[in-house]
């Protein structure tokens, strides 16, 4: 029955003509399969054109793709509060390039011990930047972005290149969030003392300068040698004039990966997830930083979907669990638009 319905959506989908699903990669190469990360030890996928894509919590992803492994953002060893991802900060024995969206220790408290043990790049807002070479990033390694060069910044490395682009943290109404925290604070499990003492340790690896908001937060725009495009979010914050100035010249891209708010209420973070694939005109949409620990609440993805189908339904989303990856056939781009 199940394998009659997928037939059904087959033909529906064909039916319908050119449709962004081709975007993926019809693969059975383990690669597009298993849960071992390329940065862990897994493979690579066995076509050069096609990209893997794999969320590993928060806003943390790894892009692999013609032997090179990107990672965005680099908060694995979160705590004993939160879900495990089902590897460690440690095992991460491969990376070429880090991209840090931000410097709040959700985003970057690992990437200075992943960038020492793998000697990958590792690209950051000038207060992320200083907090590597604090943590004793070699120099050589670190590349301080401000993201306001209108593409003068771009980075180039083999098989892609990487645009810096100014965007902005998030800011939830406190007086939405600060109820629903209360709620949670009286109706769950409270971290013990020696879980207070892990975050605290956690917290230390990253920053919590209020310049993060406005000049520390940087989008990513990020080009394979074939011209795919993947453009990287990771904080809800509304869309800056130097987004739609770098959108303005490459017009669409092929994914968006966007920071759901921490607004909680759908039609907020709905509203936020429009603009962005307003701007970002992406096939693709891929959530991030929606998973949550012990005493805190996962935000909604579902309704965000609909909301985003609604005003465009041949957007395709995407969300999947932990280490979960996600083909592209990168060569498909030119047939979907
Ligand atoms: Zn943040």
Request: charged share 20%; glycine share 8%.
């Amino acid at each position: 029955m199940k394998q009659y319905t997928v037939a059904l959506v087959a033909i529906a989908v064909m039916l319908h003509g050119r449709s962004s699903t081709s975007l993926l990669a019809q693969s059975n190469d383990p690669a597009c399969q298993d849960r071992t990360l390329v940065s862990t030890g897994g493979q690579f996928p066995r076509n050069p054109q096609t990209l893997a894509v794999r969320w590993t919590g928060f806003s943390n992803f790894e892009l692999a793709y013609k032997g090179q492994v990107i990672l965005l953002d680099a908060y694995f060893d979160r705590g004993s509060i939160f879900p495990s991802l089902g590897f460690k900060a440690a095992d991460i024995k491969r990376a070429n390039v880090i991209l840090i969206g931000h410097g709040h220790h959700d985003h970057m408290s690992d990437a200075a011990s992943v960038a020492i043990r793998t000697g990958a790049v590792v690209v950051g807002a000038a207060l992320t930047a200083e907090k590597l070479l604090a943590q004793k990033v070699d120099p050589k390694q670190v590349r301080s972005v401000t993201g306001t060069g209108t593409g003068h910044e771009e980075l180039k490395f083999q098989y892609f290149t990487v645009q810096p682009i100014l965007g902005r943290h998030g800011a939830p109404p406190p007086d939405i969030v600060a109820p629903f925290n209360q709620a949670l604070q009286r109706t769950t499990p409270r971290p013990t003392p020696e879980q207070s003492a892990e975050q605290l340790t956690i917290r230390a690896r990253g920053i919590s300068d209020p310049r993060v908001v406005s000049e520390g937060t940087i989008a990513y725009l990020i080009t394979l040698d074939d011209g795919f495009r993947i453009m990287y979010r990771d904080s809800g914050g509304p869309v800056t004039e130097y987004e739609k100035a770098a959108m303005a010249k490459v017009e669409r891209v092929d994914i968006a990966i966007g920071a759901i708010p921490a607004s909680v209420l759908p039609a907020l973070t709905s509203q936020q997830a429009l603009e962005y694939i307003r701007t970002y005109k992406p096939d693709v949409y891929m959530p991030a930083h929606h998973d949550g620990s012990i005493n805190e609440l996962w935000r909604a993805t579902e309704p965000i979907f609909q909301t985003l189908k609604d005003e465009n339904p041949k957007i395709v989303t995407i969300s999947k669990g932990y280490r979960e990856p996600t083909c592209f056939d990168t060569t498909k781009r030119s047939l979907i638009r």
